[in-house]
């Protein structure tokens, strides 16, 4: 079973800059979540996904964060502009549905440096 | 708010040795927890969980974690610790019977000494 998919897994930019992470999640999972990991952190929830609609994004940055999951499968998070705080590592995780007993599987992460 | 207290970040112990990691919470209702382990170069992994029953769960690897709901806890034990456990460790935790994302202590990095 293939796991989920993030892409790139490293980006560098300056601050100011946009960037775009993409997830993949595995095939079949309806629930897609976006972790932020910043260094010496536990991962922290950006949003959920079910399907194609929000389930929660109170912790999203709304003024420079946006996140799609247009067609229920895979999803984007973006950052527009960046700020030197928001360095970290962008997780992406799936479960097969909402309930909060599911198991996460999480992807590799896409890791963040603004300069 | 619902919070996740790990209280050592750091924790060196030789091969064969015994491991017991801490873990505390603070929520109101019925919850869900979780280890999850990140070894070197490795993604996010689930250890085990609790979620009801039998407060001992077994997961994988020979680790054991026991919920113990008078005292908000739920720490990490393994008898015999091997090299191989090198790696960050997290619990987390979810609403009971909701459906809402994971949230994390800050993580105890393992280092197991040959």
């Known amino acids: 079973e293939a796991g989920v998919a993030q892409s790139p897994r490293y980006k560098i930019i300056e601050k100011r800059q946009s960037v775009a992470f993409w997830c993949n999640p595995i095939?079949?999972?309806?629930?897609l979540y976006w972790y932020q990991q910043i260094l010496g952190q536990g991962p922290k929830l950006l949003i959920q996904f079910q399907n194609n609609g929000v389930v929660d994004d109170s912790q999203l940055p709304k003024d420079r964060f946006s996140a799609e999951r247009l067609k229920g499968v895979d999803s984007t998070l973006k950052i527009q502009p960046a700020k030197l705080e928001d360095s970290a590592v962008y997780l992406c995780?799936?479960?097969?549905?909402?309930?909060?007993?599911?198991?996460?599987?999480f992807g590799p992460g896409t890791r963040l440096l603004v300069l | 708010a619902q919070s996740v207290s790990q209280h050592n970040h750091h924790v060196i112990l030789s091969e064969a040795a015994s491991l017991e990691l801490g873990c505390n919470y603070s929520y109101g209702g019925t919850v869900n927890l979780f280890w999850y382990v990140q070894y070197p170069g490795q993604h996010l992994q689930l250890l085990l969980k609790y979620f009801s029953g039998d407060p001992l769960v077994k997961g994988i690897k020979g680790f054991e974690a026991e919920f113990i709901k008078s005292k908000f806890s739920f720490n990490l034990r393994k008898p015999s610790v091997q090299w191989s456990d090198t790696a960050e460790y997290f619990c987390a935790l979810s609403s009971g019977g909701g459906a809402d994302g994971l949230t994390f202590g800050k993580g105890t990095h393992l280092i197991i000494q040959p």
């Open positions: 995780a799936s479960s097969l549905g909402p309930d909060s007993r599911e198991t996460q599987y």
């Open positions: 095939s079949g999972h309806a629930t």
